[in-house]
């Protein structure tokens, strides 16, 4: 059963901006399991998959310095839906991009490819 369904991902130059989307199919973020609250993670090419951006269950954000002051968390519970907004993406920010629990991650989604050129 897939629970994280991401979404929004592609080719982009440097610059340039994307908006990642997560269905949370499972509801997994108003559960109990959700008490984290919920964050985006990615993983580049031959590197460890990382924490990049959070929000907890009070509504305040965290970032990764790497991506602090471009990047951009948020959430519809209406739609179930958790987005990131990417500004000024650089090559750097090439990595599949996953949606999950911080710190706790459950099941992985199949993720979703940014890709920046230079």
């Known amino acids: 059963q897939v629970t994280f369904v991401e979404s929004g991902g592609g080719l982009v130059q440097a610059g340039g901006s994307l908006t990642l989307s997560c269905v949370d199919n499972g509801n997994i973020f108003r559960s109990g399991l959700g008490i984290n609250g919920i964050g985006w993670y990615r993983q580049a090419p031959g590197k460890s998959r990382e924490l990049v951006a959070r929000?907890?269950?009070?509504?305040?954000?965290h970032y990764d310095d790497s991506v602090e002051g471009r990047f951009t968390i948020s959430r519809d519970s209406a739609e179930n839906t958790v987005y990131l907004q990417m500004n000024s993406l650089e090559p750097e920010d090439t990595a599949v991009y996953y949606c999950?629990?911080?710190?706790?991650?459950?099941?992985w989604g199949q993720g979703t490819q940014v890709t920046v050129s230079s």
């Open positions: 999950n629990i911080p710190y706790a991650p459950i099941t």
């Open positions: 929000m907890t269950g009070r509504g305040s954000t």
